[in-house]
Nanobody, 120 residues
Framework: QVQLVESGGGLVEAGGSLRLSCGPS?????????MAWYRQAPEKQRDRELV???????ITTYASSVKGRFTISRAENTVYLQMNSLKVEDTAVYYC?????????????WGQGTQVTVSS
């Protein structure tokens, strides 16, 4: 198992910035390939939206709603999400996600989530 620990959420005014961080709480057996951030808005309890992802080689992908405002980056097994020009609609619980490769198999792991609230 991989326990992912997130930090950096909070309350910010529209137009402001926040930086989320996520990494494993202990040592990793195998190695982490893809890392990503998802979010789940309060009115969409069934839908978890992919915000951004980054591969081990650094290739990034963004949701169209955050492109140009958010930046995902990675240092070894820690992933960051720099969020600028925040909008009220960015309010959500943000979840870290990581895929781990060990013995030829990939398992996916989730963090507990961190709340981001953007006020108008």
């Amino acid at each position: 198992q991989v326990q992912l620990v997130e930090s950096g959420g909070g309350l910010v005014e529209a137009g402001g910035s926040l930086r989320l961080s996520c990494g494993p709480s202990g040592s990793i057996f195998g190695f982490i390939t893809r890392m990503a951030w998802y979010r789940q808005a309060p009115e969409k309890q069934r839908d978890r939206e992919l915000v951004a992802e980054i591969t081990r080689s650094g290739i990034t992908t963004y949701a169209s709603s955050v492109k140009g405002r958010f930046t995902i980056s990675r240092a070894e097994n820690t992933v960051y999400l720099q969020m600028n020009s925040l909008k009220v609609e960015d309010t959500a619980v943000y979840y870290c996600n990581a895929d781990r490769l060990v013995a030829g198999e990939i398992g996916t792991f989730w963090g507990q989530g961190t709340q981001v609230t953007v006020s108008s």
